[in-house]
């Protein structure tokens, strides 16, 4: 279980330092680059994973992934992209308070995909601690408009508050299509076809929509120095999260990372002198109480898991379970990992 909560706080950290770099390009150096920022990552992720699909041979060569499940990949690395440049959009038109609030938009969005296409079911103290950790977030949002925090222009509410929504919600698809394919394939395939197709989705929308802004970057030691962070960064998250979420849940992982925020803020304190709040600490132990609830116990599936086969293998036979008798759920992700029960496993070739 407190392994589980210090993997989430791993890739809470790393949004942290996503964050801080972005914050310094945008308003000291003025480069609002939000799509070229995710165009660097997407060439870190081709050089070192889609090559290394590329030498491998048999299945899992490049070549082969593609000729059986190219057009999955392409929709998955389009939603990922698209999710990333809403929610940076979304800072020119609303405040970071609704920011904050509509990004938790997610977690119901993951629980609800998770239910339907992963068959996960959850218990009553997994509801109990997502509404913990939910009441953290707003307990941090309600410190920021106490102490008067920087909230933002907010010139166009609405349209700020639709661009964070239909981020949340394409994270959310994005995040449990990745635990299916990391559950039934391998994380190196998913990360490879994410680099492949999102270095040229995000390429072509680089070249038509901010090549302009990219002109305009003042390039010095200092930006670049910024840029190279940034993708570090980006390049660590997007490596590290299938690891989490393979031991955890996409749930799970979201729900760690209510805490990014925070530790945004408790940098902030020393680096852009924000004003401090014993709400901030309240809100960040809230939120670590929460978690530790949701993992103190196993989600389970809700029949049996050859259903995950399906991505692999969508044209296969269909094999009949037999129907002498019922066969209980025979795995459960647990925060460590699969744990086997001693109910009778069925074997599919």
């Not at 041979?57 to 499940?69: H, P, V, W």
């Not at 010139?155 to 661009?163: A, I, S």
Request: with cysteine.
């Amino acid at each position: 279980m407190l392994i589980s909560v210090a993997l989430g706080q791993v890739l809470s950290l790393l949004i942290c330092g996503i964050g801080l770099t972005s914050k310094y390009l945008s308003e000291d150096f003025h480069a609002n680059t939000p799509v070229f920022q995710s165009f660097l990552n997407y060439i870190l992720l081709f050089l070192v994973y889609t090559t290394t699909l590329a030498v491998r041979q048999g299945e899992e060569n490049l070549l082969a992934i593609l000729r059986r499940r190219w057009w999955k990949y392409m929709i998955l690395g389009l939603i990922d992209l698209e999710a990333n440049y809403l929610v940076v959009k979304a800072y020119q038109y609303t405040t970071l308070t609704s920011i904050q609030l509509l990004d938790c938009f997610v977690i119901p969005v993951v629980i609800l995909l998770s239910w339907f296409f992963l068959l996960i079911r959850y218990k009553a103290v997994h509801f109990i601690g997502i509404v913990v950790c939910i009441l953290g977030m707003g307990c941090m949002v309600g410190a920021d408009v106490l102490v008067g925090r920087h909230q933002g222009a907010g010139e166009n509410k609405l349209v700020g508050d639709l661009l964070v929504l239909g981020g949340a919600t394409l994270y959310g698809i994005s995040n449990v299509w990745e635990e299916y394919i990391i559950r039934t394939l391998s994380r190196v395939e998913f990360l490879g076809m994410i680099g492949l197709f999102g270095a040229f989705f995000s390429g072509i929308q680089l070249a038509i929509m901010e090549h302009k802004e990219l002109l305009k970057v003042p390039w010095d030691w200092q930006i670049g120095l910024l840029y190279v962070g940034f993708s570090a960064c980006m390049f660590g998250l997007y490596s590290f999260m299938p690891v989490v979420i393979k031991k955890t849940s996409a749930t799970s992982v979201n729900l760690s990372l209510l805490t990014a925020d925070l530790y945004s803020l408790f940098c902030g304190l020393f680096l852009f002198h924000y004003k401090f709040s014993g709400l901030y600490l309240l809100s960040f132990f809230t939120i670590l109480i929460g978690l530790v609830l949701y993992s103190s116990t196993s989600t389970y599936i809700a029949q049996d898991p050859r259903v995950y086969k399906q991505f692999r293998n969508p044209s296969g036979p269909v094999v009949d379970l037999p129907t002498t008798a019922q066969v209980e759920p025979s795995v459960t992700y647990t925060s460590l990992g699969q744990e086997t029960e001693e109910e009778p496993h069925v074997r599919v070739a």
